[in-house]
């Protein structure tokens, strides 16, 4: 029988090894250090564990778990093992010696050797090492070579004797490298931008260090990752900057680019959806690659060798890929500040999704080395409460799950690819831990799907769609540099805009049948002083009046402008009978009434300015004017009216729309509060009293 799945974790008090599907048990023979552990880790091959205490370092055979060796060193902060396990890397906070001198902090070990009795085990190498980041050796996939950054250039080492430099690639301004797995050596190193100059991403070829024979330059560069695919054949390069001078984000600007190590390909990637980058993984197969881009909801593409989609995921707010270890099967998933979602993908299968697991707010996710479990795991410090350990199975269903108090990591331990079990993954289904069952039986599943806050007049209607996400039908996210075309918040339209209303490109609001008005600071009003923009208005208002003056007397007295009166000689109507003149006068009257400012009523009555200072004389004093007819009896109750029995009018109306409103919702099935229902009660009420109004009127 195949030895079982095991995973190692480290809390606040003690290191446990786990036998995961299908015991779930602590592993035998194992002993639980406990107090100060600072890291824990397994060898890429899977044959030891080591963790640091703070007064040594200890491995472990991981199938039995005793004790191999010790390792008398304190104060260690990181271990790391070389590919095969053959050497154990170890690194101390940086001090200084009695002379101020730096002490040689980084130190390489092997991890087991021959000692004769008594012997304390000693490094075979010793580096100053200041950083933390970047820390390790990188070795080659046969552990023949390694090499580490300096200033300046890339020293390397035969692995066996660290005491020489055996090789060095000279590159002026190199700060980052990146070794190629697989049976190829070949190296990447990383040159920022320098004096104007862009930034430089060179493949060699060990030890031909005098030309590269692949290289790629490009600006918007400060940091970038160097991804190399299982083959050593290709590299994704992924650049950052530190500043966005677009002002699109607060996280600088990402760029991906993919470069072949014989220099057949150097190329940027083609991405269709504006916005950073989230993610980027490569396939351990070495032949395509998955992409996580674009503003979120963000989008997810899979991409051949030589950078051409092959493939798009829904869009959704995502922001991490994870293959699994033989390549079948692609985890997409929403961490950190989003949902928790896992979706998993069949990619044999036409990339036919499997299922979508909510994990809730996992900081560890990672697939088991048989590709049949997904692993997640809430940890400390980002989050100190709800810490343990979830185990589901390919197709969804949760396998195994334990609490923990301050849980700082955990991790599947690695099986080599020719010592993994035969079979389908999702087939057949396993039998879940009870430690699983127990936990269905805790979570509360909601009775119905919690959505976002409605306020109560849209409630039992469809969002606009310039409300919702573009994974939900919405507009795509439009970032702008400082256009008006977007909303404050850099979403959606601008806040002025009414949901279903027309757009409106510019200008001030505007009341539906009145005059446009200009907008302040339009025409570079905005540069004006207060006393310059009261005499502009002063002008333009006596400008837009004579304008009015003019039409009326050319119409002959039309529009909102008093009539010309019967006030004499020179007055317009004396060639009229008093009969017309009195019915165009009570014609106009009635055509004003509509409209809600009675222009010959109140304290203002109308003017002729046609009959100022005409030949140099005064005006005459208005004469009294006598109609034949009485007003129309219509217009006193006419909406537009101001007097009590046009307001009543209004009112009524207004009622009867109200009353329909909630007809209809309670039509369409919306529950009316008591107040509500009483209203529609007084519908015939209302309606009787309108109609009496109205029969009084006419």
């Known amino acids: 029988m195949a030895s079982p799945l095991q995973f190692a974790y480290r809390t606040q008090k003690a290191i446990g090894v786990t036998d995961a599907a299908p015991v779930y048990e602590p592993l035998p ?76 902090n980084f130190k390489i070990w092997r991890t087991v050797e021959d000692l004769p009795e008594g012997t304390e085990k000693q490094p075979i ?13 990188q070795y080659t996939s046969d552990e023949k070579f390694c090499a580490r950054l300096v200033t ?25 490298f990146a070794i190629a797995s697989g049976q190829s050596h070949n190296v990447a190193v990383f040159i920022p931008e320098r004096k104007g100059q862009p930034a430089t991403v060179k493949v060699y070829n060990v030890p031909q260090f005098t030309t590269s024979i692949s290289q790629k330059t490009f600006f918007k560069g400060d940091k970038v990752q160097l991804k190399w695919n299982s083959l050593g054949t290709s590299l994704i390069v992924l650049a950052q900057t530190d500043v966005d001078k677009s002002n699109k984000s607060y996280y600088g600007e990402t760029n991906l680019y993919l470069l072949s190590a014989n220099g057949s390909l150097d190329a940027r990637v083609a991405l269709d959806k504006d916005g950073p980058i989230h993610d980027v993984s490569w396939s351990p197969n070495g032949k395509e690659f998955g992409v996580i881009y674009g503003y979120m909801p963000a989008k997810t593409t899979i991409f051949n060798q030589r950078a051409v989609a092959t493939h798009s995921f829904p ?30 993908y069949d990619l044999e299968k036409d990339s036919r999704k499997i299922c979508t697991i909510e994990s809730g707010n996992p900081s560890v996710c990672q697939w088991s080395p048989d590709s049949r479990y997904i692993m997640t795991a809430t940890t400390s410090p980002r989050l100190r409460v709800d810490n343990g350990v979830k185990i589901w199975h390919v197709g969804g269903g949760i396998m195994y799950h334990e609490d923990m108090v301050e849980l700082y990591s955990v991790t599947w331990r690695p099986i080599l690819p020719e010592n993994l079990p035969r079979g389908d993954p999702l087939h057949p289904v396993p039998t879940p831990h009870s430690s699983a069952i127990a936990y269905l039986g805790t979570v509360k599943t909601p ?20 409300f919702r996400r573009e994974d939900e039908g919405g507009a795509a996210h439009v970032v702008s540099n400082g256009a008006q075309n977007v909303g404050p918040n850099g979403f959606g339209r601008s806040r002025r805009q009414v949901p279903g209303a027309e757009f409106l490109e510019s200008g ?63 007055s317009g109507n004396e060639g009229r009978s008093p009969e017309r003149r009195g019915h165009q006068y009570n014609q106009q009257r009635h055509n004003r009434s509509r409209s809600r400012h009675n222009f010959q009523g109140g304290n203002n009555p109308g ?12 005006p005459p004093a208005p004469a009294q004017i006598q109609t034949s007819q009485p007003p129309a009896p219509d217009s006193l109750i006419s909406p537009g009216s101001q007097n009590p029995a046009s307001k009543k009018l209004r009112s009524l109306q207004k009622k009867i729309r109200a009353i329909e409103d909630l007809e209809m919702r309670h039509a369409g099935g919306e529950k009316l509060e008591d107040t509500q229902m009483k209203k529609i009660a ?10 009496a109004m109205e029969k009084e009127a006419h």
């Open 152 to 176: 300046n250039e890339v020293q390397f080492y035969d692995s066996n004797d660290l005491g020489t430099v055996w090789n060095k690639l000279r590159a002026e301004g190199v700060t980052d």
């Open 447 to 466: 009775s119905k799907p919690v959505g976002a806050y409605r306020p109560p007049g849209a409630r039992g209607m469809s969002t606009p769609l310039h």
């Open 682 to 691: 007084t519908k015939a009420a209302v309606v009787k009293e309108l109609e």
């Open 315 to 344: 869009i959704a707010p995502r922001n991490t890929i994870i293959f699994s270890p033989t390549g079948r099967f692609a985890l997409v998933a929403g961490f950190g500040n989003l949902a928790g979602q896992i979706d998993v």
């Open 29 to 104: 023979g194992f002993v639980k250090p406990e107090g100060n552990l600072r890291c824990c880790v397994y060898s890429p091959c899977g044959r030891y564990l080591a963790w640091a205490s703070s007064e040594r370092v200890s491995v472990v055979d991981a199938s039995v778990g005793y004790v191999l060796t010790d390792i008398v060193i304190s104060n260690v902060f990181e271990i790391a093992f070389s590919p095969h396990g053959s050497f154990l890397s170890t690194w101390e906070r940086p001090a200084k010696d009695e002379a101020g001198d730096a002490t040689k």
């Open 508 to 570: 001030s609001r505007t009341v539906p049948g009145a005059t446009p008005t200009e907008v302040p600071g339009a025409n570079g009003d905005e540069n004006l002083s207060k006393t310059a923009l009261k005499n502009k208005k002063k002008r333009n208002n006596k400008k837009a009046k004579e304008g009015e003056n003019k039409d009326g007397e050319r119409r002959d007295g039309g529009g909102l402008a008093p009539p010309a009166q019967d006030r004499g000689p020179g």
């Open 607 to 618: 003017r002729n300015r046609s009959n100022t200072q005409q030949n140099g004389q005064a």
């Open 125 to 137: 190498g010793r580096f100053v090492q200041k950083s933390q980041t970047g820390w390790n050796l």
